[in-house]
């Protein structure tokens, strides 16, 4: 199932991969204003943005404290629902599989994804006291989960056992990390995950890639599952909403691009699609893994930073410093990875 992809600019792209909307919403603005024939829903975007940046000119205080107010009234109101429960269903999927769902938690987990992803940026654009931030920040969730861990980690063992890599405190004195190991033993870490146990990484870049490989591993896992959920809840949907009649001659696709960029449902349904492991491993290369090796070498080039490391061991490791060295080399590499995969795990399910 296949659907067409969204062409994007350069300056497009870049601004998508950074998480910058502001940045896509403004130059969306700037196109309007250069269109021969705007259509009056342009028109009213483009009033509106030129309203609100005035208004923001003339008193950014003043939008600053609507933005606070707004921001704690739509937490506190969100925090609410999920203790009132009001959102929240008991599901039976079509496997027979119960789970439970809050709509409400969904909601404020997204914008705390969002403020996270904004987060990120800023530091990255080294605006003022946001790396300070970032740290403080990541060292206060990670301190949570350290202590939550250990007390149920039953929580966690569900995204624990196909995962490589943990939240954990790190620290000179390894006294300070020695609950890590124990952590890592009680959610059962990489315990079901198909790259754990694989080594023979001779190089920097060999484990480079390896944890490279282990990413979009993972990501094609999360995509599958994340897929079947959908599935299920689409089909929730059509049984037992209030609006049932709108979701009943809706596809999967069109039920998940409500929230999806295409891009993005593309590569869902092209992980959705892959055949299961390990009837057919060179699809899974040519169709999965490949391609989002080669997504995250694009993205190495045009931002060497999101991955130093890695691209100063290609450019070691190439014969020349051209770009199609490095990407061939680090395609090598991967390929090596994944026929590791395919020797040491033949037997392994995945969802």
């Not at 309203?51 to 600053?64: C, F, L, S, Y």
């Not at 896992?221 to 909403?241: A, F, G, I, P, T």
């Amino acid at each position: 199932m296949k659907i067409p992809a969204i062409e994007l600019s350069e300056e497009e792209k870049r601004l998508f991969q950074n998480n910058d909307f502001v940045g896509l919403a403004n130059l969306r603005c700037e196109q309007i204003r250069t269109m021969s024939a705007p259509t009056p829903a342009h028109k009213e975007r483009l009033e509106k943005h030129d309203r609100e940046k005035e208004e923001m000119r003339q008193d950014p205080r003043a939008a600053m404290k609507a933005a606070h107010e707004a921001i704690d009234f739509g937490v506190d109101i969100l925090l609410r629902l999920i203790k009132s429960g009001l959102l929240r269903h008991e599901i039976v999927s079509t496997d027979g599989v119960d789970f439970s769902n809050d709509e409400a938690f969904g909601c404020f987990e997204s914008r705390l994804d969002y403020s996270i992803r904004q987060l990120v940026r800023l530091a990255e654009e080294r605006v003022p006291h946001s790396c300070m931030h970032l740290w403080g920040q990541a060292k206060t969730l990670t301190e949570a989960f350290s202590r939550i861990a250990l007390v149920q980690p039953e929580s966690f063992r569900t995204v624990a056992e196909r995962s490589l890599t943990m939240p954990s405190m790190r620290t000179r004195n390894l006294d300070y990390s020695a609950d890590s190991i124990a952590i890592a033993d009680a959610i059962h870490l990489g315990e079901k995950h198909p790259v754990r146990n694989i080594s023979d990484n001779r190089s920097r870049a060999g484990a480079a890639c390896h944890l490279l490989v282990a990413r979009i591993f993972d990501r094609i896992l999360d995509e599958r599952q994340e897929y079947d959920s959908e599935c299920n809840s689409l089909e929730m949907m059509k049984r037992n909403s209030p609006e049932s009649q709108e979701y009943s001659k809706m596809t999967i696709v069109d039920f998940v691009s409500r929230w999806r960029h295409p891009n993005l449902v593309e590569i869902m349904l092209r992980c959705a699609e892959l055949p299961e492991w390990p009837s057919d491993t060179s699809k899974w290369w040519s169709d999965g893994v490949l391609p989002l090796v080669r997504r995250e070498f694009e993205l190495l080039v045009e931002d060497p930073t999101r991955n130093p490391g890695l691209w100063k061991e290609l450019k070691r490791g190439g014969e020349r410093d051209s770009i199609n060295d490095m990407r061939r080399y680090l395609e090598k590499l991967c390929h090596n990875k994944f026929a590791q995969i395919v020797k040491t795990c033949p037997q392994i399910p995945l969802p």
